[in-house]
């Protein structure tokens, strides 16, 4: 009990520090720290009460504990909980060096794939959301600006809002670099009658 419990806060510990070390740009909240300090370790508790009959159900049983309420997060976030989680059942299973083992392999590539910045975009993506009057024939009206502004754009959807008296136009866009933001809004601003604009 005593070596997979403590085995899974070490782990619980490790994972938390490779997360801060590569989320420091992005930044992070000390809640989600201590939750995957912790998580390893309740994890294994669970796995360590019920004893092998029951390991499946335990298993479905311990992954369901993990349900996040709060604004969606990235998907890296998740992605370490289940880091911690698998660390914590294969702790709590008895598998400490299995543990081990999972926890360097899967930890080198995070911060190998954090420093070499695998799969960053380096095309600026946005959505931009334009509210229009309903009575504005909206196809090619924005064009002039886009292309000025954006190497690639794209109309994705129209709706109406405001009980069908305003249309909200959604672009996808990607955005030259170095652009002026306001000057680009303003310019969307003088042709959409001065209303919401969303970048």
Known sequence: FFICVISSIILGVLTSLIYMI??????????YVMTMI????????????????????????????VRFRSV?????????????MATGVACG??????????????????????????????????????TIPENLDYKGV??????????????RRVKTTNFGTLFELIYSIDVKDEINQKQFIDELRALNG???INL
């Open 93 to 130: 299973m008895g598998y400490i060096g299995f543990a081990v083992v999972f926890f360097l392999i899967l930890g080198a590539i995070l911060f190998i794939t954090d420093t070499i910045n695998f799969g960053g975009c380096k095309i600026n993506h946005m959505t931009l959301k334009i």
């Open 38 to 65: 912790m998580l390893p370790a309740i994890v294994a508790l669970i796995l360590l009460l019920i004893n092998t009959t029951y390991g499946a159900l335990s298993l479905a049983g311990a992954f369901t504990l």
């Open 194 to 196: 001065n209303l919401n």
């Open 72 to 84: 969606p997060g990235d998907p890296r976030d998740i992605a370490y909980i289940f880091y911690s």
């Open 22 to 31: 590569t989320r420091r740009k992005e930044g992070y909240s000390q809640s």
């Open 142 to 155: 924005f064009d002039p600006v886009l292309s000025k502004y954006t190497t690639f754009y794209k109309l």
